[in-house]
C-alpha cells in the first residue's frame, strides 16, 4: 500500500486497490465530489493528499 500512496497523483485503480472496492464503486466515489479530482481528456488523476484528508475525515 505504501507504494500507491508514495505517488503524488492517483487514478482510479489506485483508488480501487487502496480501499479494497470494485472498478464501478472507484469511478462512482471519484464522480462524487467527496475529494478533488483532475480530468485530464477522459482519465481522471487524484491528487494524493486531495485523498488522504478525505480518508481521514479531514476534508
Not at 487514478?11 to 466515489?29: A, F, P, T
Request: with cysteine; glycine share 6%; hydrophobic share 35%.
Amino acid at each position: 500500500m505504501n507504494e500507491i500512496l508514495n505517488k503524488p497523483v492517483l487514478n482510479v485503480e489506485d483508488i480501487q486497490k487502496y480501499l479494497e472496492i470494485g472498478r464501478r464503486q472507484s469511478y462512482e466515489l471519484c464522480n462524487s465530489g467527496a475529494f478533488r479530482v483532475l480530468r485530464i481528456g477522459q482519465r481522471i488523476k487524484v491528487p494524493t493528499q486531495s485523498f488522504l484528508e478525505w480518508v481521514n475525515g479531514n476534508n
